[in-house]
């Protein structure tokens, strides 16, 4: 599995103590984490570089996003990008573990408390309990990730999928994923099936 854990810029020794044992406690579980964030960036080196070099470290942020299993973020700070890898995760979703430390003087935005998203989870921490919260998190999540696989299609099929996703702007496999929950919704043997086996 790998993690992509993302925090916001400070010089705070606190809360890079607290980043450390975020992405110690994933390694400990076997978990790979892609990046440690944008913490690795002062701000002032971030503010000083051109349009060019912030849309190639955008970039990368998306790949790293787009690799990952689950993300993590750590909100105890606000941050408009870590709003925006939430909204991304979610929308390709992706189990996202949202942190805010308890004795942060920051409330989040009520639009990431309050989400009614079945892949994001919201937690406050502290020290003693950061690890368990990890832990449970990353357990709930593998019975939520996607299972993938490779589908052969033809050459009308990929034309199609090729321009919706130009003209919806949508990645193919959403496309496709999008198709086959609405058949399922209206599959009525399915759903008489669903019930039927529901413990």
């Known amino acids: ?11 705070s020794k606190g809360h890079k103590e607290r980043y450390d044992k975020i992405i110690k ?8 984490v892609l990046q440690y964030g944008s913490h690795q960036v002062s701000p002032h ?7 060019d070099d912030i849309k190639k470290v955008y970039r990368e942020l998306d790949k790293f996003l787009k690799d990952a299993d689950i ?3 750590e909100i105890s700070e606000p941050s408009v990008g870590i709003g925006y890898e939430i909204s991304q995760a979610i929308t390709q979703r992706k189990p996202v573990l949202a942190l805010n430390f308890e ?6 935005l009520a639009t990431i408390q309050g989400l009614k998203s079945k ?3 919201y937690k406050k921490y502290n020290i003693s309990t950061l690890e368990q919260i990890i832990k449970d998190f990353v357990r709930d999540s593998k019975r939520k990730i ?8 033809s050459p009308e099929i990929d034309r199609y999928l090729e321009w919706a996703a130009d003209y919806k702007r949508m990645h193919k496999a959403q496309i496709v994923r ?6 399922m919704e209206n599959d009525k043997e399915y759903q008489k099936f669903r019930e039927q086996n529901k413990h």
């Open 178 to 183: 999008n198709s086959v929950e609405k058949e």
């Open 119 to 121: 892949y994001i989870t």
């Open 25 to 32: 406690t994933l390694q400990d579980l076997g978990i790979e």
């Open 1 to 11: 599995m790998k993690a992509y854990f993302s925090a916001t810029l400070t010089e």
């Open 71 to 73: 993300y993590i973020s």
């Open 45 to 51: 080196e971030l503010l000083n570089r051109s349009d």
């Open 146 to 153: 996607d299972t993938k696989f490779i589908l052969i299609i």
């Open 103 to 108: 004795e942060s003087d920051f409330h989040p």
